[in-house]
C-alpha cells in the first residue's frame, strides 16, 4: 500500500517530465524497492548490491526479499565479486562493476597541514580512519599488535562503538584514539600517516565488503596493511594482507622500511583507476536496452 502511494507520485512527475523508456535504478534498497518495477514499468530494472545486509536491523526480512528482488530484475550489478556471485543463482545477469570513488581530495600534492590533535604522537604512526566498531573492526586484533610493538604509535579516528570504548586498548600508552571528524578534515589525516591499516574482523558484512578507505589510503601512496578477505585480493599487489598478529607484526616491519618511490606512484595510479566514471559505465555495458 505504501509503495502504490509512493510510486504514483514518482509516475506522475516521470509523465510529467516526459521521461521515455526509463531505467529503474535500486540502490541496496529491498524494502521500499521491492514492487518498484511492477508500479513503474521502466524499461529496465537494475539492482545494485554494495552490501552483504545482515545487521539487526535487516536480518529479519531480507534474507528472504533480497533473492526475489534479484530475481525479478532485469540485471544485478555489485561492487565487488563475492556480492555478484552470492546472488547469480538468483539471477544470471549478476556482475561485478567494481567500486566508484570520490578522490579529488585525496593527493598529497595537495599539501595537507598536518592536523593538531596528531603533531604530538611519536612517529611511526599506524593510522585507521572510519567507524571505529567491532562490527567491522577487530579490537583485540589491534590490542596484540600493540602490546607487542610499543615503539609504534597506533591512531584511531573516528566514532567508537560501545565495545571500543570499553576495551583495554585505552589503557594502552601507544594507541591514541582522536574521535570523529568532519569529513573535509579526513585526508589531511590519512596524509600523517605513516602507515595506514584495515584491520577487518570476518563477518558476513565484512567478507565482501568493498573497502573504499583503501583507495582513499593508496591515493596517497601509503603503505597499507588488511586483514585478508577473498575481497582485499583484489588489492593483492598493493596492500599487505594478513590473517594474522604475527603477519601484521611483519608487514609493519616490512611497511616501515618502505621507500620505493615507483611503488608508490603504483598505488596511486591504481587507486585512481577507481573512479565514479569507470563504475557507471561498467553498469552501462550490462545494461541491454
Not at 570520490?102 to 592536523?115: F, V
Request: a neutral charge; charged letters at 25%.
Amino acid at each position: 500500500m505504501n509503495q502504490k502511494k509512493m510510486y504514483s507520485y514518482v509516475l506522475k512527475q516521470i509523465h510529467k517530465l516526459g521521461f521515455k523508456d526509463y531505467i529503474l535504478f535500486m540502490d541496496n534498497d529491498i524494502y521500499r524497492s521491492f514492487y518498484a518495477k511492477e508500479l513503474l514499468q521502466p524499461k529496465v530494472s537494475v539492482y545494485y548490491r554494495r552490501d552483504n545486509l545482515s545487521t539487526p536491523y535487516w536480518a529479519k526480512h531480507a534474507p528472504r526479499l533480497e533473492p526475489l528482488l534479484c530475481s525479478k530484475s532485469d540485471c544485478v550489478v555489485a561492487n565487488s565479486s563475492q556480492l555478484a556471485e552470492a546472488v547469480r543463482p538468483y539471477n544470471k545477469n549478476a556482475f561485478d562493476v567494481g567500486q566508484g570513488v570520490d578522490l579529488t581530495a585525496y593527493s598529497e600534492a595537495l599539501n595537507y597541514a598536518i592536523p593538531a590533535d596528531i603533531q604530538p604522537i611519536k612517529k611511526p604512526i599506524v593510522g585507521y580512519i572510519g567507524w571505529i566498531t567491532t562490527r567491522r573492526l577487530d579490537a583485540d586484533l589491534i590490542y596484540s599488535i600493540a602490546k607487542k610493538r610499543p615503539d609504534v604509535s597506533y591512531v584511531l579516528v573516528g566514532s567508537e562503538d560501545d565495545d571500543f570504548k570499553n576495551h583495554p586498548l585505552h589503557q594502552l600508552e601507544n594507541v591514541h584514539f582522536l574521535g570523529n571528524k568532519d569529513p573535509e578534515d579526513v585526508p589531511s589525516y590519512i596524509n600523517a600517516f605513516d602507515i595506514c591499516i584495515n584491520p577487518q574482523i570476518i563477518n558476513k558484512i565484512t567478507i565482501g565488503n568493498y573497502p573504499r578507505k583503501i583507495d582513499e589510503y593508496l591515493a596517497f601512496g601509503k603503505p597499507t596493511i588488511a586483514t585478508h578477505t577473498n575481497m582485499m585480493n583484489y588489492f593483492k599487489d598493493y596492500v599487505w594482507l594478513c590473517k594474522t598478529d604475527e603477519d601484521y607484526l611483519q608487514a609493519i616491519d616490512s611497511a616501515i622500511e618502505d621507500t620505493d618511490a615507483t611503488i608508490k606512484e603504483k598505488r596511486i595510479a591504481f587507486a585512481n583507476e577507481h573512479t565514479w566514471e569507470n563504475s557507471v559505465n561498467k553498469i552501462y555495458s550490462h545494461i541491454k536496452l
